[in-house]
Antibody, heavy 126, light 109 residues
Framework: EVQLVESGGGLVQPGGSLRLSCTAS????????MHWVRQAPGKGLVWVSR????????IYADSVKGRFTISRDNAKNTLYLQMNSLRAEDTAVYYC???????????????????WGRGTLVTVSS | EIVLTQSPGTLSLSPGERATLSCRAS???????LAWYQQKPGQAPRLLIY???SRATGIPDRFSGSGSGTDFTLTISRLEPEDFAVYYC??????????FGQGTKLEIK
């Protein structure tokens, strides 16, 4: 079955750290760009970070730049998000998502998210 | 920064009716980079439409997307009970690279 499964969420104090994992199965993980997207309780979706298929290029939303680090281990089919200096406003469900790609005879489409995990909740509170 | 504004915030309709959801961008968006998602309570989002008008795998043909430039629309031709959910549009562009609209809640009237 094609799926993504996140883990590693929990309760952490402000200023603390947490590492999230996302394990992929059912597809060739090493060929896909991967993302983290978060959703605060009762709020909308916010993109967090992206990593290229070989891990060579990463990019972050301004709100997490310098505090979060995305990485991957293609041998383990696993995506990671290291979160440091956590703040109350980082409280959210964190989803890992696969970047889709589709090419027809005339066009190629990317930059959308075609597979999502069920998410893991991170709560930052004292 | 491109801001996506979805309207209405809440749409109340009955099964069998037609739903029209709007997504307006603060700047022009490439149609290739406009997508729509459905999210039900407690679940992850599900991709419906990419490239503004292409249905994702397994999405029923009652869902359709259209638009260009700054105005995009998701239409559900005849609502089924399982279609009541929150819908988000999403674009790829300049900083931030990926942005979502605030969502439209489609509720049963």
């Amino acid at each position: 079955e094609v799926q993504l499964v996140e883990s590693g969420g929990g309760l952490v104090q402000p200023g603390g750290s947490l590492r999230l994992s996302c394990t992929a199965s059912g597809f060739t993980f090493s060929t896909y760009w991967m993302h983290w997207v978060r959703q605060a309780p009762g709020k909308g979706l916010v993109w967090v970070s992206r990593i290229h298929s070989d891990g060579s290029n990463t990019i972050y939303a301004d709100s997490v730049k310098g505090r979060f680090t995305i990485s991957r281990d293609n041998a383990k089919n696993t995506l990671y998000l290291q979160m440091n200096s956590l703040r109350a406003e980082d409280t959210a469900v964190y989803y890992c998502a696969r970047e889709g790609r589709y090419c027809s005879s005339s066009s190629c489409y990317t930059e959308f998210f075609d597979l999502w995990g069920r998410g893991t909740l991170v709560t930052v509170s004292s | 920064e491109i801001v996506l504004t979805q309207s209405p915030g809440t749409l109340s309709l009955s099964p069998g009716e037609r739903a029209t959801l709007s997504c307006r961008a603060s700047q022009s968006v490439s149609s290739s980079y406009l997508a729509w998602y459905q999210q039900k309570p407690g679940q992850a989002p599900r991709l419906l439409i990419y490239g503004a008008s292409s249905r994702a795998t397994g999405i029923p043909d009652r869902f359709s997307g259209s638009g260009s430039g700054t105005d995009f629309t998701l239409t559900i031709s005849r609502l089924e009970p399982e279609d009541f959910a929150v819908y988000y549009c999403q674009q790829y562009g300049n900083s931030p690279l990926y942005t979502f609209g605030q969502g439209t809640k489609l509720e049963i009237k």
